[in-house]
T-cell receptor
Framework: AQRVTQPEKLLSVFKGAPVELKCNYS??????LFWYVQYSRQRLQLLLR??SRESIKGFTADLNKGETSFHLKKPFAQEEDSAMYYC???????????FGTGTLLAVQP | DVKVTQSSRYLVKRTGEKVFLECVQD?????MFWYRQDPGLGLRLIYF???????EKGDIPEGYSVSREKKERFSLILESASTNQTSMYLC?????????FGPGTRLTVT
């Protein structure tokens, strides 16, 4: 079964500290993985996609097929990074996007 | 710039009422989706559509139906609203790999 697991509901860090938002997935083939972000009072939007291998707003995510993980990282958190982050997987015949339960990142001043 | 709009930001309905949530996208996307977003449960797919008049059940279709008569419009229908359908409802459209979300409709069923 396809599944995305985000083990942390809330992650609280201080400004300038490193951030790692965990994401593990279950999928038998080669998935496409994404991170979506929702800032307060804004709509959900794509942050990054594993295939592009980009750094967006200082965030990176590496796909580790051996550990079936796609953790989101940033070396120095900023207050404006405070948001809800969702890891998502796309795969299968229908190409549905399957979301994890989300992690609320709170960056304290 | 892709725009996905939803008919209402906030809606309050009574138990047993029939509820219509409307979603419109302006980028000629073929794929459209309805999710509900609940704290601790993330986004759960209710229904999706790959083309006009086509619909597929998502993970939690019970109590819901959809309609797609035109490419740009995807409607979610609660046949008989119940209190456990109180939630944030998000519509999305997709072309390629990126999904574009609407602002959401917060529905309260009393």
């Amino acid at each position: 079964a396809q599944r995305v697991t985000q083990p942390e509901k809330l992650l609280s860090v201080f400004k300038g500290a490193p951030v790692e938002l965990k994401c593990n997935y279950s999928y038998s083939g080669s998935p496409e993985l994404f991170w979506y972000v929702q800032y307060s009072r804004q709509r959900l939007q794509l942050l990054l996609r594993h295939i592009s291998r980009e750094s967006i707003k200082g965030f990176t995510a590496d796909l580790n097929k051996g550990e079936t993980s796609f953790h989101l990282k940033k070396p120095f958190a900023q207050e404006e990074d405070s948001a809800m982050y969702y890891c998502a997987l796309m795969g299968g015949a229908t190409n549905k996007l399957i979301f994890g339960t989300g992690t609320l990142l709170a960056v304290q001043p | 710039d892709v725009k996905v709009t939803q008919s209402s930001r906030y809606l309050v309905k009574r138990t047993g009422e029939k509820v219509f949530l409307e979603c419109v996208q302006d980028m000629d996307h073929e794929n459209m989706f309805w999710y509900r977003q609940d704290p601790g449960l993330g986004l759960r797919l209710i229904y999706f559509s790959y083309d006009v008049k086509m619909k597929e059940k998502g993970d939690i279709p019970e109590g819901y139906s959809v309609s797609r008569e035109k490419k740009e419009r995807f409607s979610l229908i609660l046949e008989s609203a119940s209190t456990n359908q109180t939630s944030m409802y998000l519509c999305a459209s997709r072309d390629g790999y990126e999904q574009y979300f609407g602002p959401g409709t917060r529905l309260t069923v009393t």
